[in-house]
């Protein structure tokens, strides 16, 4: 006990120092507390060491996170064996995430992560969750690591509300209409996962269910949710003894065990006893009946605590109907010797007592005489319960209106914030418009410089289009535009950038535009029509039966799409895997295109932040339309991929160049053009050589990202919903050689 008695002598210093907030002192001190006292050998435990992934040394103001993605601390959510969850700003808003600047850390204890087997279920944890979009499923959006204390961190959607656990605290047992309403959300989120990813989530339990402050239900930490043995081989794979203690099914640790839904039927089985009954998760096989439950619900719940997985429902959605439905069966009659004295008489006055009858003995009149007695004790205590009831439903609706209130003052401090944002987000806008005007009027007065003077468009109209066919067998490549060779500048324009930056950009993102150059495209080239489509992608792996390293699953992102959509879940290898297949097959040479290449195509001739000029929306490209480019409109969020034919193409002829999905090129990530090729080659020198360039922005991003000179690094061995590739086939010099020219 005296090292929690140090540990809070520790905590009071921080706080007296201003370091640390009453409440969370008081967060702190409560935890310690408890890992000291919860159990006869908490204090033992408590003294011989310090509980792992509590002593993280974080507090309020703190920023952690990589020097591009930094994230400040703002009040600690909630504390626990496994490292602390954080509510946090982003203060790189929407720089590479797209999502709001509130976001939730659930930091790690360094000691959980400091095996790279650990640190990768971590980052497959971020990856799985990341795709699991159902309204009952908190969002999850990426994962990183903080250098300063080599903790993992996911970055989450920040809810306001309670778990389970903190609800139950409060309230006590709940009926059984409560316990339903509560959890069917969470059977639907897990009929999702199973249906849409076969993911069972292996760690149900009241801290991982939480009610927001608008009464919505979700489900937190797929972090140890395996997939069912699939093909011979386990997808993804979790501790045996995953899940907690309590909640977690018998079978659960058996060696060689196959997930499957029976684990998460089994917990939730215990959560509803739990509920109903307001003690604590019951010991396996020891669970005694809830007196709020009924014989046929007892049954129906004590099918879902069954020892056998094979005896208990297909699913979780199963066992709450079957509770459902028997909570809804009409109440037997009562045995017609049951006492009459429960019958309400005006007034709710207590019934009168019968008049004994001077004819019956002592002992039959004092029976009489009892039973009224017992009836006027059930009135009086039906009429208390409805007395407290009238009390809960004025609180209720007192705190409804206090709530109504206070949304409402909230409303009108966001409708003032955001008219100071958009005065603000004008002026800038109207400053980058002036200095973007003073540029173009610059360059109508002054004179070209003399390496500007050759031609930068090439004169293709109608395209020239190019399809290899295969050598052996029936089938042909994707279709291809003819691209002749020409000059362009790379990079993007100071009045571009300054615009950006008014739009949320991040300096050292706008850095890797820089310094804008000239570039020279030495020889023609073919390059993809549209990104390479599912079906193109689909002939491949049938060919080869090439088998994803990722948790993306190409063929069921997440989700819907057909043979014309651009495939997704590829890494920066599988598409060197599928070119070189690509090259076998037609006998010609298909490569990645380099980065120089990519923009001279996607610009077309143009030298504006698009192809189709300065100002974009969503009729043009597939984006995120909640967020707009330069003061443009809003427009539609399409929440995934579309067909590579929807949007009319550039200049050239090339469809989806902007927005749909980011596109691997060859080269290496480096951030900036310092020491750049001139001559259009790849650069794949120097730099970091784990990641690799990505162009073209994607459905998930705003409008600033799709701009034809933004660049966007990504480790090459990670597979992700919206990264696709678009193919480049070699040409020869000479027109003369039977190629297109």
Known sequence: MQTAIDKIRELRALHEDGLLSRQEFDQRKNAILDAAHSSPQGAAAAASAPARGTELGLMAGQQVGPPNRRYRLERLIALGGMGQVWQATDLATHAELGHSAQVALKILSPELTESSGHARLLVQEATRARRLAHEHIVRVYDWAQDPATSSYFVIMECLEGEDLDSLLAREGALPLARTLQILRP??????????????????????????????????????????????GRTLTEAPALSGTPGYRAPEAGRPGAVPSRALDVYSVAVMVHQMVSGMAAPASGAAARPELLDDAQWEALRSGLAQDPAARPESVSVLLERLGAQAQAPEESLPSTAAPAEETVPGNAAPAAPAPDPALEPAARQAIEAAAQAARQRLREQQKRERAEAEVARRVRREALREQLAARRAEEVAKTRQAQDEAQRKALQARAAAAYLAEQERSRTQPAPQEAAAPTRPAIEPPTLLRDRFLEGEGEGPELVVLRAGRFQMGSPEHERRIAMACGAQKNWLARETPQHWVGIARPFAIGRYPVTVGEWRAFVEATGWQPDGEVDWAAPGFAQTDAHPVVG?????????????????????????????????????????????????SLANYDGNFTWNGGARGEYRRGTTPVTLFAPNPWGLHDMHGNVWEWVQDVMHDSYEGAPLDGSAWETGGERARRILRGGSWLYNPRYLRSALRNGFSAVMANDIVGFRVVRELPQDPDEGEPS
């Open 186 to 231: 969470v059977a639907a989120a897990l009929d999702y996962a199973w249906e849409r990813h076969r993911l069972v989530h292996r760690d149900i339990k009241p801290g991982n269910v939480f009610v927001t402050a608008r009464g919505d239900v979700k489900l937190l930490d797929f972090g140890i949710a395996a997939r069912a043995r699939a093909g």
């Open 570 to 618: 590829v890494t920066w290898g599988d598409a060197q895997r599928y070119l070189a297949w690509l090259s076998e097959r037609t006998g010609r040479r298909y490569r990645l295109p380099s980065e120089a290449e990519w923009e001279y195509a996607c610009r077309a001739g143009t030298r504006t932040a698009f192809s189709f000029g300065d100002a974009i929306d969503t």
